[in-house]
């Protein structure tokens, strides 16, 4: 068999094999997420951490978690997988986003893709702010939770 037979063969092989691949749906992002979904994904990768509260980006790409021990989990998809992280005290950076309701997360000692996270809501973005930002007082201990001295 030449040279130029044989590849031709392989090009129709390879290319029927991406074509099988196309068109069994393989290649598609899944875009049908809710809030189950991220509770079962986030309890599968975290069994032992109790989830309060899920909010979901507006894209349906990112899930942050209220844990019931203060902490936030967060959930991002990655194709048709789930990338699934707990948010430790001080390695995250958030500022809020101008034009839209939602957050600029950037994460320092993860691979995890930071970025702008926009929520249906103003409140919703807020809300995730705020268990964020628990995060940041667990971290700094110059923050005082208990209120002692402040003329409210």
Do not use: C
Not at 80 to 87: D, M, P, Q, S, T
């Amino acid at each position: 068999m030449s040279l130029g037979v044989l590849i031709v063969i392989v090009a129709i092989g390879v290319t029927l094999v991406i074509g099988a691949v196309h068109y069994s749906g393989e290649s598609r992002e899944k875009d049908t997420r809710d809030h189950g979904e991220s509770i079962l994904e986030f309890a599968s990768a975290y069994p032992d951490e109790a989830i309060r509260s899920v909010t979901l980006t507006k894209d349906g790409k990112a899930s942050f978690l209220r844990l019931a021990d203060g902490k936030t989990g967060f959930l991002q998809a990655m194709g048709r997988h789930f990338v699934a992280r707990l948010i430790l005290p001080g390695a995250v950076t958030v500022e809020p986003l101008e034009d839209q309701p939602g957050l600029r997360v950037l994460f320092h000692e993860s691979t995890l893709m930071g970025g702008d996270f926009v929520f249906d809501t103003t409140e919703e973005a807020a809300e995730v702010s705020l268990w964020l930002f628990n995060s940041f007082a667990q971290a700094n201990p110059q923050i005082d939770d208990s209120g002692e001295g402040d003329d409210a």
